[in-house]
């Protein structure tokens, strides 16, 4: 893939008033933020860079290993993921209930390297993580991350991911 570039951006805007306590002489107390926080990733293999993008919406069994430094996730011209570092990611749980993320036989050491070490995100919940600078490592001894729905049958996630080959 060539010329790959990434910009993985959080925003948040929140305000909010007091309404109740208006009067004649101050008006409503306000409070309110907007901000964006993320990180922009150029093309190239080094800092600050990825060659690959990948996304998807993947039904995902009660259990299930996806491995990322594999070749069963395929980018948009259908070459095998295999990433070799991970710069972003995000996941959203679309449905099916509690879904479990992290460790797996060969876990990508994202919450640690234990099975005990996860992340839960709620129904329609959604995570999100970089790794600037060089990233995270990713190999064929560290690139799984397992998937655990609370209900049974295949339930969609979303996942959208950044690296190097």
């Not at 007091?18 to 309110?32: E, H, K, P, R």
């Not at 395929?74 to 509690?98: P, Q």
């Not at 560290?142 to 209900?151: P, T």
């Amino acid at each position: 893939m060539d010329n790959v570039s990434a910009n993985f951006n959080l925003s948040i805007a929140l305000k909010g008033d007091n309404s109740d306590i208006v009067t004649a002489d101050f008006g409503a107390a306000l409070d309110g933020l907007t901000t964006t926080r993320g990180v922009t990733f150029a093309d190239g293999t080094g800092s600050d860079q990825v060659n690959v993008i990948y996304h998807d919406i993947l039904p995902v069994s009660t259990l299930e290993e996806i491995d990322f430094n594999g070749t069963t996730l395929k980018d948009a011209f259908g070459v095998g993921l295999e990433l070799t570092k991970l710069k972003a990611l995000f996941i959203k749980n679309l449905i099916g209930g509690l879904l479990t993320v992290g460790g797996a036989s060969e876990p990508l050491d994202i919450f640690g390297t234990s099975a005990s070490h996860v992340l839960e995100i709620v129904d329609n919940g959604q995570w999100f993580q970089t790794w600037p600078g060089d990233g995270l490592a990713c190999a064929a001894s560290n690139g799984m991350l397992e998937f655990v729905h609370a209900v049974g049958g295949a339930q969609n996630i979303e996942i959208a991911a950044v690296g190097v080959r």
